[in-house]
């Protein structure tokens, strides 16, 4: 059955919000093609949705767009083992991320954002459990919690977080070290005190409940190409066309699901918007999952740990650095280092891999048409939460495409914004 909202739809990328974006839209009877240079299915299929730390963090409203964040900044830069780092040969391609990141480094945009993040986050568990009814999650998804722990050393910024969750409604519990370890006996105390989020949940392997959503989209009439899309058009009202080296398909809709890679099909529409990467990796350490029972955090290392199926995952920081730089091994020393502070048992790692989360410099995503072609859509920028907002982009981005209300607020994720 087709809807008369739209009768074909292209989709560039099937990383989380891609294949959910193609599940929603299928549903509602409309021919979905997704297209990705890499196979869902296949080996070297391993994009920010791959390989992400897993976490459903539906509290995580605070971004990096905090007047605190930004006075530590140098700090970091400064720090060979910090959270934070800079391949400084990409710093003259950064400028004009860093020039929109500093206006919205204040607290009227810090509130801006975070009060945004909430209207999706707040909806975003609800939306993957309907997901969860239709696909097979049996050993894929844990609902233990999520707990943050930190130092005393950067207690204001601490309480900013909690101040702003609290405002929101968000439920959390603070914890001290001790309740911190009962939780989780196996940790080093080199932290004071920490926070949990009960009603979090995590992804005992992200790729797995990927894999699920897209053969869930296939099986219901969904079609995948791979190919290396080059160039997306709109020629006319009702016809887009994206292009790959030697082939073009027609849409009468094109969604632009991306990731980071957005940016090279956007510039080409003529919207110079200010997407770029945090760089982010992983390790596994195998048969040490059992260490802990859920993901743990820890703040002021910009780090994190999570229990999956592949073995204990250590995650962690934010390198600026663009697409095409290799992998760092001092960034793969540091997160290795960070995770045998918390359990010291920890031994030989393996799986090092580099992911690439898109982030816009107000750290909110970018959903909805694009200025100046109305029947390309825009679904990207969803920075370190992408992985949450999965399911409830594929709600929103499906009802766009359809022409149907949200009963949102989606003025603050329009492009508009950078214009
Ligand atoms: C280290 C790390 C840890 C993270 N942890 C979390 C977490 O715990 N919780 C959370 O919510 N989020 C987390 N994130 C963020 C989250 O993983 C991302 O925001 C999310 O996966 C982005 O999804 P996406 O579908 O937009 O992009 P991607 O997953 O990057 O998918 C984009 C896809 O588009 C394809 N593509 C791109 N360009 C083209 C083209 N021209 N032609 C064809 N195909 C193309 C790519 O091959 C890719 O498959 C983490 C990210 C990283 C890097």
Known sequence: ??????????????????????????????????????????????????????????????????????????????????????????????FKWFYHYLKNCNQ???????????????????????????????????????????????????????????????????????????????????????????????????????????????????????????????????QTIIKSQNKEYKFEKTVIASGAFSKKLTDQLGENIPLDTERGYHVHFKNKEHLISRPVIFLDRGFGMTPMNQGLRAVGTVELGGLDNPISKKRIDYVVKCAKELLPQLEDH????????????DFLPILGPSLKNKNIIYAFGHQHLGWTLGAITGKIISKIVAGEKTNLDLTPYSSKRFN
């Open 350 to 361: 393996d799986d090092e891999w580099l992911g690439f989360r898109p982030t816009l410099p």
């Open 108 to 238: 009227k945009s810090m509130m801006h954002t975070a009060k945004y993040m909430h209207q999706i986050l707040s909806l975003s568990n609800d939306a993957y459990e309907e997901i969860f009814q239709e696909i097979d999650t049996n050993g894929l998804v844990d609902k233990k919690g999520i707990i943050y722990v930190w130092t005393n050393k950067n207690l204001e910024s601490r309480k900013l977080e909690i101040r702003v969750r609290d405002e929101l409604g968000i439920e959390q519990k603070l914890l001290t070290q001790k309740e911190v370890l009962e939780l989780e006996p196996n940790l080093n105390p080199a932290f004071d005190a920490g926070v949990f989020y009960k009603d979090a949940m995590h992804a005992k392997d992200p790729y797995g409940i990927l894999r699920e959503i897209f053969k869930l989209f296939l099986n219901k009439g969904g079609k995948f190409i791979k190919s290396n899309i080059t160039n997306i058009q709109q020629t006319n009202i009702n």
């Open 1 to 94: 059955m087709k809807k008369a909202g739209c009768h074909s739809v292209g989709i560039v990328g099937s990383g989380i919000q891609g294949v959910c974006i193609g599940l929603q839209l299928i549903k509602k009877g409309i021919p979905v093609t997704l297209f990705d240079r890499h196979d869902p299915l296949s080996n070297n299929f391993k994009p920010a949705s791959y390989g992400n730390a897993g976490h459903f963090s539906p509290y995580a409203v605070l971004q990096f767009n905090r007047p605190d964040i930004l006075n530590d900044v140098p700090k970091m830069l400064l720090s060979s083992y910090g959270p934070l780092a800079l391949k400084w040969n990409y710093i003259p391609k950064m």
